[in-house]
């Protein structure tokens, strides 16, 4: 089954917010979900509003993949399907007003004040949908939690957000696994719609560009051990290196480092290369990250300690 075709890969983009309508090729509304899950909602949603162009985000690798066979044996045309979180997607790859719907049904509710901030909603995720939003675009919450509802309500309401609901949905929602097993075990289902007011602003953080710096000395498998540990923190970031290893033919060697921007957590490697009589420090294609300030620092501090 062709899932490939549904796949995009944005953190390797060097365009970034890309042209989705060349993507697509075509110029159409955009439209987004964000937790997809298995893919039901998306699957039915893209046949009914085939005049849409469909954009999914999910953090799970599992049902990334089970998403885009169902979209395959759905014969789905106009959706592309990422592994990514997508509040920062939303925010990075989605210029200001370009986008009409943005759907979130069934988000992980999150309830101890200590996993707060894996949470979907909040006040940035507000703001981000203010400024994707075009003028009159909505957003659209499903949740068995009232709770969650109202909390994003006030969110919405504080980013100019023109409200409907929370209402309970008595008839069908978006057809997903979630509705369908919240509805069998009893529970109450809410809908929470929110039209976009002023346009809101929000900042930017990740570029197509590669980072990379040559350094002008040879590296010794001693310079790169010493690198285990080397991290740095500032207001909203960090970075760290775990771990080195080197090839066994000494010429090059790869970092496997962690950085995080204001709560957007990364790993991926960086790669140290021999370059003449020298060397190059720059992010490796196995695993490649949104090129964050985090992660260019991290590349930048690398050099730097190797240069010594
Ligand atoms: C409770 S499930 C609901 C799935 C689906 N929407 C449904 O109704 O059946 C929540 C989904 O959101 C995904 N998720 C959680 N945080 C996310 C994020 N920041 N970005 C994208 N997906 C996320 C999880 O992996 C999970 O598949």
Redesign the pocket.
């Known amino acids: 089954m062709d899932v490939a075709r549904y796949l995009v890969y944005p953190e390797r983009w060097e365009e970034i917010p890309p042209d989705w309508e060349a993507l697509f090729v075509r110029a159409a509304p955009l439209a987004v979900e964000?937790?997809?899950?298995?893919g039901?909602?998306l699957a039915g949603a893209s046949q009914e509003q085939s005049d849409w162009n469909w954009v999914g985000?999910?953090?799970?690798l599992t049902?990334v993949t089970k998403a885009g066979r169902k979209l395959a044996r759905a014969g789905a045309e106009h959706v592309r399907l990422a592994l990514a979180?997508?509040?920062f997607a939303l925010r990075e790859i989605f210029s200001d007003e370009s986008v009409r719907r943005v759907f979130v049904?069934?988000?992980?509710p999150w309830p101890k004040r200590s996993h707060a901030e894996?949470r979907?909603m909040d006040e940035a995720f507000a703001q981000t949908l203010a400024a994707v939003l075009i003028p009159g675009g909505v957003f659209e919450l499903t949740t068995d939690v009232l709770v969650y509802a109202a909390d994003a309500a006030t969110d919405l309401r504080a980013a100019g957000f023109d409200l409907s609901g929370p209402v309970e949905l008595t008839t069908v929602g978006?057809g997903?696994?979630?509705?369908a097993k919240w509805r069998r075990e009893g529970r109450r289902i809410w809908r929470l719609q929110a039209e976009r007011g002023p346009k809101g602003s929000t900042l930017r953080v990740a570029e197509g560009t590669m980072p990379h710096v040559r350094i002008s000395r040879l590296v010794t498998p001693d310079a790169l051990s010493a690198l285990v540990g080397l991290k740095e923190t500032w207001p909203g970031g960090a970075f760290v290196v775990k771990d080195a290893y080197a090839a066994s033919h000494g010429g090059a060697a790869l970092l496997r480092a962690f950085a995080t921007d204001d709560g957007f957590d990364q790993q991926y490697l960086i790669a140290v290369v021999r370059d003449g009589e020298g060397a190059m420090v720059k992010l490796d294609g196995a695993a490649v990250p949104f090129r964050t300030p985090a992660v260019k620092r991290s590349v930048a501090a690398v050099a730097a300690a190797l240069e010594g």
């Open positions: 964000i937790g997809f899950g298995n039901e909602f985000f999910e953090t799970s049902c979180d997508g509040r049904h069934f988000p992980c894996r979907v978006p997903s696994r979630y509705e």
